[in-house]
């Protein structure tokens, strides 16, 4: 990447996990490494960050992708209806197993999706899901998203 810069040049003031009050961090927010007062701004709001301006290439053979911070959320779903949105390609994992397991198909579909599964750890989802949860300070799993 070369000469990304913030469209905007107010100052920034870089606070390593301190608490401390300064002219530039008056609210004694603490802030690490490129997430100044300035720059938490746009964000806090819900809203992309889309004021920067210069040109990036990649190095020959790699690629490039796009990963949100804030993911977009599903208004419809509650809190753990998002959760369960996020892994949805595991609950079909296990779906299938169960359709298979219901059905007395022990076959080699089963038996890769068994690896799968212990493989992806799919059995200890849910527990994963609430370590998760806990860990993000997630509200309770019922509450409704448009809340937050």
Not at 79 to 103: H, K, S, T
């Amino acid at each position: 990447m070369e000469r990304m810069r913030p469209r905007t040049r107010r100052a920034s003031v870089i606070c390593r996990r301190s608490r401390s009050r300064s002219r530039e961090n008056p609210d004694g927010e603490s802030a690490h490494r490129g997430a100044s007062r300035p720059n938490r701004e746009p964000l806090a709001s819900g809203g992309e960050d889309k004021n920067f301006e210069g040109t990036a290439r990649p190095i020959a053979g790699l690629t490039v992708g796009y990963l949100a911070q804030e993911p977009p959320l599903n208004d419809k779903l509650d809190v753990q209806g998002n959760l369960r949105e996020a892994v949805a390609p595991l609950l079909e994992i296990e779906r299938r197993y169960n359709e298979l397991a219901e059905a007395g198909d022990m076959g080699p579909e089963f038996e890769k999706l068994t690896e799968e599964m212990a493989h992806k750890e799919i059995w200890e989802l849910d527990s994963h899901l609430e370590q998760a949860a806990e860990a993000l300070s997630l509200p309770p799993m019922a509450s409704d998203v448009r809340k937050l």
